[in-house]
Structure formats: C-alpha cells, structure tokens
C-alpha cells in the first residue's frame, strides 16, 4: 500500500513510513495503492474547474474484475 505525490515527486509506504523519490516528471497527481493490486489516481482537469479520477483493479476473470470494478466505483461515489 503506497501514496505517490508526483507534484513533491515521493511514493510514501503507508504501512511502514518510508518515503521514496518517483524517477517520473513532477506533475499534479496523486495515485493511491490500494488493496488486491487495485489503484485510483486523482488529476485535476487541464480544460475545466473539476477532478478526474481513474481507477484499476486485477481479477481472476473477466467477471471477478468486473465486480471488483463495480465495488469501487460505489466506494468512490459514496466517498465524494
């Protein structure tokens, strides 16, 4: 599990502390590791006043991802 501010350009391990320099170019983004391989990236617009999010998770088929899929995206709507 990890946060990485690519604006500050570091990648902090949550569940140790230890903070690590991102190799990419610092940009105004924000990417979550979150549980099972899944992952959301936050990035404010570049033409309009709002954010964009992007998320991704792995499953053991089509179905599985799917459902997985589907559950954080709720998890999204009810967060914001």
């Known amino acids: 599990h990890g946060f990485r501010d690519y604006r500050v350009g570091t990648r902090k391990d949550i569940e140790t502390g230890k903070e690590e320099l991102l190799t ?3 940009s105004n983004v924000m990417y979550f590791e979150l549980n099972d391989n899944a992952w ?10 709002k954010l ?20 954080l995206e ?7």
């Open 24 to 26: 990419l170019p610092k």
């Open 52 to 71: 964009k999010m992007y998320f991704g998770v792995t499953g053991n088929s089509q179905v599985d991802a799917e459902t997985k899929a589907k559950a």
């Open 40 to 49: 959301c990236c936050i990035r404010p617009s570049g033409t309009e006043p």
């Open 74 to 80: 709720e998890a999204f709507v009810t967060l914001f």
